[in-house]
């Protein structure tokens, strides 16, 4: 009898997805051309949800894809909220760079569109995957 991996293709799909949308969203962060505020403060909140959504598809493979959307809006939604605070444990992990990346230093209202938009495309990337792969969810 066959042993089933416990790796699929869609995990590999997913992981490779990964592979092109971190040094795009860290090319984002870093992009100095033309509306580089704006590619750098929001579109890059795009590519931040397009990543959580993937990470999260890695642990949750079962789950729907519009469920790890849900999930990753309203956890980085939360996270913005908390941007108001400058509780020191947050304070502390914000003094570092990856701390700073992942969780932010400052409030924008602005930021939950963008959040949202990812979060969508999130979605859509994941059903896509699903589609190549044949894999029901």
């Known amino acids: 009898m066959k042993k089933k991996s416990q790796f699929n293709n869609i995990d590999a799909l997913r992981v490779i997805s990964l592979f092109f949308v971190i040094p795009a969203g860290i090319y984002c962060k870093f992009y100095a051309g033309p509306w580089m505020g704006w ?13 959580w959504c993937l990470l999260l598809s890695l642990f949750l493979s079962k789950t729907r894809p519009v469920v ?5 809006l309203s956890a980085t939604c939360a996270l913005e909220v908390l941007q108001l605070s400058h509780n020191p444990v947050l304070e ?6 990856i701390g700073h990346i992942l969780i932010g230093s400052s409030f924008h209202w602005t930021d939950f569109i963008y959040y949202a938009a990812g979060s969508v495309a999130g979605m859509f990337w994941l059903k896509g995957l699903g589609k190549i792969t044949k894999t029901p969810f």
């Open 39 to 51: 590619v750098s403060d929001s579109l890059c909140g795009v590519f931040y949800e397009i990543f």
């Open 68 to 72: 790890i959307a849900a999930v990753v």
């Open 92 to 97: 502390f992990v914000r003094g570092f760079y």
